[in-house]
């Protein structure tokens, strides 16, 4: 299946061209806490009301055959330094100093079968040395592995975001660059500011990315387009802006919520109906509460409160057993007779192996060799939990559901 391709560059001056003298932001409140080290052993339809209709140039023009194009969506990639251990580890035996590939080599098929794949990266990419909680700064390796594994672009708006004030910017934009990835949430100058556009399979689509916060962090003056910031107004003018250009289908990933919750919480709900009530937005796309939250449908708009972590180093220690738990979101759009509306929106948990420092899929580790009694109950716990989790305000009913099941106990 073809990959989507970046509909149009970043507007604006090459980012190697761009020199930036600014000091770093002050103290950052603490959220996502190192844990500890690692532990011992231990399908249906969800049809949707058609999107938001576009106006001009976004409307969808006569074809003969209908368009449809498979979207694929992650959760938080948080390299707490633990997993940067690993990934040394793991080249060992080349000339790179960081090899993140391994991770997500059990997850890589699922990520390259969609047509677009798109990450949530919560971290600072530095040539300094690497850094975790309170201030993230992975090293370009794990961009390159992010590119690797299939994803075709990420959001970049999130409360770590400026954790290396502006210089962090540009920084991790040079690297999404270099690997080919676009992105979209931070920006390097008011004209580079904008969504990220992709056309797959004919059907153009629009991502834009907004944080709730900077842990204490603050733009410059007058600077606002380093980081964007969660305003709804600001969100419609950048839609409306995306459908005027073309876009047909738009994605916002917003960094929400409150840490460790499942549930969604009442500023959650209030934003969701006010960007739903925008008429320009199909989907909205969550992160942050580093556990999955549930998925809902308010006006014709899917929401998907939070899609919990998807690598990092938190467990059951520090924080609760569903930081470990994940999903790979798959979102069908196409064409119907009412325009470009989404088909059907499955799942695939997923579960941080942190004793390999793998991302693995639930169904298939619990299908392959060697599963010990003990592993098998705590992959039945997770897929529990990650169905209960996206489930909770009755996603099942409107036919959302994870892909596969478990194969029987024993």
Request: aromatic residues 6%; hydrophobic residues 40%; glycine residues 10%.
């Amino acid at each position: 299946m073809p990959k989507a391709e970046l509909f149009r560059p970043l507007r604006g001056i090459s980012l190697a061209a761009l020199v930036v003298v600014l000091s770093s932001p002050g103290a950052l409140s603490g959220e996502e806490r190192e844990p500890p080290g690692i532990l011992g052993d231990a399908p249906g339809s969800a049809t949707s009301s058609p999107p938001h209709a576009a106006t001009g140039p976004a409307a969808v023009p006569d074809r003969t055959a209908p368009r449809a194009a498979v979207l694929a969506f992650t959760g938080d990639i948080i390299p707490h330094k633990p997993v940067s251990r690993f990934a040394r580890g793991f080249a060992r035996d080349s000339d790179a100093e960081y090899d993140f590939t391994p991770i997500f080599e059990h997850v890589a098929p699922l990520l390259q079968a969609a047509d677009l794949a798109i990450c949530h990266l919560e971290t600072t990419i530095s040539d300094g040395p690497v850094t975790g909680y309170p201030r993230f700064g992975a090293p370009l390796e794990l961009v390159e592995a992010i590119a690797e594994a299939g994803w075709d672009g990420c959001s970049l708006a999130s409360n770590h975001a400026f954790d290396f004030g502006a210089d962090g910017v540009v920084r991790t934009l040079q690297a999404m660059q270099e690997a080919n990835l676009a992105s979209t949430g931070t920006a390097v100058n008011r004209e580079s500011r904008r969504d990220a556009r992709y056309r797959v399979n004919g059907i153009q689509v629009s991502h834009l990315s907004y944080t709730y916060g900077l842990n204490g962090a603050r733009l410059p003056e007058g600077e606002t387009w380093w980081v964007n910031l969660i305003d709804v107004e600001v969100i419609g003018d950048d839609a409306e802006e995306a459908r005027s250009e073309g876009a047909e289908f738009v994605v916002v990933s917003l960094h929400w919520g409150v840490e460790y919750r499942r549930m969604p919480s009442a500023s959650q709900e209030r934003l969701a109906r006010e960007i739903a009530a925008l008429g320009t937005v199909d989907l909205l796309i969550g992160h942050h509460a580093h556990v999955l939250q549930p998925i809902d449908r308010i006006d014709g708009m899917w929401v998907v409160y939070g899609l919990g972590n998807f690598l990092s180093n938190q467990n059951p220690v520090c924080c609760t057993p569903s930081s470990e738990d994940g999903a790979v979101l798959h979102v069908e759009i196409g064409d119907s007779p009412d325009g470009l509306a989404v088909g059907t929106i499955t799942y695939t948990p997923t579960w941080v192996d942190r004793r390999a420092m793998q991302v693995i899929p639930v169904a298939d580790r619990l299908s392959g060799p060697d599963v010990d009694q003990r592993l098998q109950a705590t992959l039945r716990k997770s897929w529990e939990r990650t169905v209960e989790a996206l489930g909770a305000l009755g996603a099942d009913q409107l036919g959302v559901r994870p892909t596969g099941s478990l194969p029987p106990p024993g």
